[in-house]
T-cell receptor, first 113, second 114 residues
Framework: EADIYQTPRYLVIGTGKKITLECSQT?????MYWYQQDPGMELHLIHY???????EKGDLSSESTVSRIRTEHFPLTLESARPSHTSQYLC????????????FGQGTRLTVV | AQSVTQLDSQVPVFEEAPVELRCNYS??????LFWYVQYPNQGLQLLLK??????LVKGINGFEAEFNKSQTSFHLRKPSVHISDTAEYFC????????????FGSGTQLTVLP
């Protein structure tokens, strides 16, 4: 079944640690996105990609980085986690053109202590 | 640039009552419109979308929305809500004919009371 997967679902980590949030999709979509969402708040786009070797920064500035070496995989990395990075991170994918309907993963809730 | 305004941050309603969640957008070009639902600790699930054609769009779980170009609105409605409809609802817009990403509203928390 075509889907989009995020791991881990929940992560509690200490300040200064390096973390990578994983996102994979099996739908063959070219576009992938990372959104940041604080509890009860709107979604803010932090990164997106049009395809392999393409990465762009979104509307909200973020200290995280992303890579797109394979079409199906779009990991997000924080080199040194801080409490201000505590949030929910949502990954999504869509076709490149047309309706741009996005399909979302279940999210990773990150807590930095 | 495009933007989305969801006029109500919280909407409490009794079970079996009708509900309307309001959404207005602004854009300099024609748009596609979407409503997503988010249950606690989950990702977003598409409820319905307007691409073209009939301005009344029917979605999953008995929801529908009407596109009003003159008022730049895309309000979500359900004639009779259930407890299970309690969730956060997001309106989103994207430009037609481009590869731009979705722009989301700030969300409306719908709470259905017994």
């Amino acid at each position: 079944e075509a889907d989009i997967y995020q791991t881990p679902r929940y992560l509690v980590i200490g300040t200064g640690k390096k973390i990578t949030l994983e996102c994979s999709q099996t739908m063959g979509h070219d576009k992938m996105y990372w959104y940041q969402q604080d509890p009860g708040m709107e979604l803010h786009l932090i990164h997106y990609s049009y395809g392999v070797n393409s990465t762009e920064k979104g509307d909200l500035s973020s200290e995280s980085t992303v890579s797109r070496i394979r079409t199906e995989h779009f990991p997000l990395t924080l080199e040194s986690a801080r409490p201000s990075h505590t949030s929910q991170y949502l990954c999504a994918s869509s076709v490149l053109t047309g309706s741009t309907e996005a399909f979302f993963g279940q999210g990773t809730r990150l807590t930095v202590v | 640039a495009q933007s989305v305004t969801q006029l109500d941050s919280q909407v409490p309603v009794f079970e079996e009552a009708p509900v309307e969640l309001r959404c207005n957008y602004s854009s300099s070009v024609s748009v596609y419109l979407f409503w997503y639902v988010q249950y606690p600790n989950q990702g977003l699930q598409l409820l319905l979308k307007y691409l073209s054609g009939s301005t009344l769009v029917k979605g999953i779980n008995g929801f529908e929305a009407e596109f009003n170009k003159s008022q730049t609105s895309f309000h979500l409605r359900k004639p009779s809500v259930h407890i299970s409809d309690t969730a956060e609802y997001f309106c989103a817009v994207s430009d037609r004919g481009s590869a731009r990403q979705l722009t989301f509203g700030s969300g409306t928390q719908l709470t259905v009371l017994p």
